[in-house]
């Protein structure tokens, strides 16, 4: 008996059962529809604006799930600069941010391209600009060689790392990655959602390269989402959401190498889980709205650069409460300037002192619309 699903004879011959999901493929699939509707309805700006922070938000999730944090603001200004987006606060970004964010732009923005061995290559080699991993030089831009040992997939704090299988054997790699890239690249009649699906299991059942798989595999999910939508464009994170699932995506993962080649509940999960990221997409969708109303009750209002710049950091992913300190050192500037700059705010009516306690006082935007509160600062 086999331990592995790549072990079986018939691999990868994947069948499923399309009876027990049927209905939940046609809610996605016209989740899908009603999401791309609504944003159409925004407009060009407001839709520009909920692309970037989708991407951001995927690229910083995706990250988080291979234990890397990544600074968000380099990460909005790197995907911001590339797409030529306008918004305020750009800041630089490190060579390793732009890599990720090379990779992710391309898997969506050419998703009508042919993925290849090359082209493969080139993504995992972007993510290691160095050449390193931490503080490990790695084999990039090529298939693993195994040198220290068979590929395991684990998950867990080191140390206390949990097996959920082990991958093919490196001298094998080679004509199974091109199976899966011949298979990725041809016209089949299933479902291009499910193709997503299957795309994402089978990369990651072969753990081709020596370091970055899980990454590789959602963005290769995502461009196969962004073919089954046809568009560049996509305004819900898959990543973000398999990170908020991390723990159920881990015990679907090892259920279903251990199992046989029926990966009926493999479908299943992917499918709830891209429900839920769609449907997840409506909290930044409410975010834009939010930052396009003040703008607009604001837009007669003279503020300074680094003004600005605090104020688009807030509508983002701010960290913690915001301080004339944390001002000072955003800006580069010094703490009476801070000061004078926040105070400014509190006389325009765009700021307030915040009610939370503390050490020190902090600051929030005054949400003067309809609904009642204030700006939430995450």
Known sequence: MSLYIHQINKWPQFRWDVETFVSLLSDVRNKQGILTGKMDALGFNLKNEAYLETLSLDVIKSSKSEGEILDTQQVRSSI??????????????????DGIVEMMLDATQNWKTELNEDRLFGWHSSLFPSGRSGMHKIFIGNWRDDSTGPMQVVSGPMGKE??????????????????????INATNSNDPVINAA????????????????????????DMMLCRSERKIQRFYSMSSQIREQNKEFYNILESTQKGDLNITEWLIWFLECLRNAIESSSAIVQKIMAKHKFWNRHKTVTLHERQIKIIELLFGNFFGN????????????????????????????IMKKSKSGGRSTSYELINNSSESGNVIID
Do not use: Y
């Open 322 to 349: 915001l301080s004339t300190s944390k001002w000072a050192k955003i800006n580069k500037c010094s703490p009476d300037t801070a000061l004078r700059d926040i105070q400014d705010l509190i006389e325009k009516g």
């Open 162 to 183: 949990t097996v959920h299988f082990e991958a093919p054997s490196a001298n094998i790699l080679q004509i199974e990655m091109q199976q899966f890239l011949n298979w």
């Open 198 to 221: 299957l795309s994402h299991l089978w990369f990651i059942t072969k753990h081709p390269s020596e370091d970055r798989n899980g990454r590789i595999a959602r963005a290769i999910a």
């Open 80 to 97: 911001a600069r590339k797409l030529g987006i306008n918004i305020g606060g750009l800041v630089d970004s490190e060579k390793d941010v």
